[in-house]
């Protein structure tokens, strides 16, 4: 079963940068999806990106569409999500996640269940 692990979580300032790692291992077939939710305190979780395993198709929800960018590396095995100008309502936990079903309706509508640890990301303003 393939196993994710995130990096590159922490704290930033407003307006700054930070880019996120989800590196796969134990991989036998690529997932179709990989995507990127998070969750702040007291929310639910949130879809922020996916993108299709080939890298082309790619989705963001409403809240990060235009500032967040998500790549797929699959020589190395690894999703980002470059979070351009983050803001303190970007606050959560981040975590990757792979979908090995069906995609037919894009992968915004695939079943992930394959979860990392999950990352911090703290936004100060």
């Known amino acids: 079963r393939v196993h994710l692990v995130e990096s590159g979580g922490g704290s930033v300032q407003a307006g700054g940068s930070l880019r996120l790692s989800c590196a796969a291992s134990?991989?036998?077939?690529?997932?179709?999806?990989m995507g990127w939710f998070r969750q702040a305190p007291g929310k639910g979780r949130e879809l922020v990106a996916t993108?299709?395993?080939?890298?082309?198709?790619?989705y963001y929800g409403d809240s990060v569409k235009g500032r967040f960018t998500i790549s797929l590396d699959n020589a190395q095995n690894t999703v980002y999500l470059q979070l351009h100008s983050p803001k303190p309502d970007d606050t959560g936990m981040y975590s990757c996640?792979?979908?090995?079903?069906?995609?037919?309706?894009?992968?915004?509508?695939?079943?992930?269940?394959?979860w990392g640890q999950g990352n911090q990301v703290t936004v100060s303003s």
């Open positions: 996640s792979a979908s090995y079903g069906p995609y037919d309706y894009g992968c915004e509508n695939s079943a992930f269940d394959i």
């Open positions: 134990r991989i036998t077939s690529r997932p179709n999806c």
């Open positions: 993108v299709h395993r080939g890298g082309g198709s790619k």
